[in-house]
């Protein structure tokens, strides 16, 4: 297979999504780990885990068939909990200044993490629009625009559990 060049191709796009998504999936898991006690709390926070391992699995079939189409081999973002992409652009769009777990610590109801979870969607959305700017294959863009779009119905599912707080 041939590695990847420095310009952005649909399998680098796919790799980072895979890894950015995983990387919801471990703050998911910590948050109910410390909220664990409270079956309410927890089972929100499962239903959001698990749309989030969904993007893993989508995001991961999506990448081995555009690696098989294009003979790309991944990069393995999605082994990379923290990826240094300011290269590309302003890294404050998806950067936190602290990891997951201290930040989940800070966090002590379920509306802050609500908040933050969906803070993160929106980071995500910001992230991967600031990439369509680096992709000029049209087929890229169309991916770009697909995980952004799921991006969007995820946050739109955070903001539906606000109100039953």
Not at 16 to 38: H, L, N, P, Q, S
Not at 62 to 67: H, I, M, N, T, V
Not at 121 to 126: A, G, K, V, Y
Not at 135 to 163: A, F, T
Request: contains cysteine; charged residues 30%.
């Amino acid at each position: 297979m041939k590695e990847s060049s420095g310009a952005l191709n649909l399998v680098d796009i796919l790799d980072i999504a895979v890894g950015m998504e995983r990387r919801a999936v471990e703050f998911y898991r910590e948050a109910v780990e410390r909220f664990g006690t409270d079956e309410e709390k927890t089972r929100a926070l499962l239903a959001m885990g698990r749309m989030e391992e969904e993007h893993v699995v989508y995001f991961r079939d999506l990448l081995e068939k555009a690696s098989a189409l294009t003979g790309v081999s991944p990069a393995g973002h999605d082994e990379i909990v923290e990826i240094d992409y300011t290269f590309w652009f302003d890294k404050s769009l998806y950067e936190m200044d602290e990891d997951l777990s201290t930040v989940l610590k800070s966090l002590k109801t379920k509306k802050e993490i609500l908040l933050f979870a969906l803070e993160m969607e929106n980071r995500s959305i910001l992230f991967y629009s600031g990439l369509r700017r680096y992709c000029e294959d049209v087929s890229v863009w169309n991916i770009i625009n697909q995980i952004i779009k799921e991006e969007y119905r995820h946050g739109y599912d955070l903001v539906g559990m606000l109100p039953k707080l």
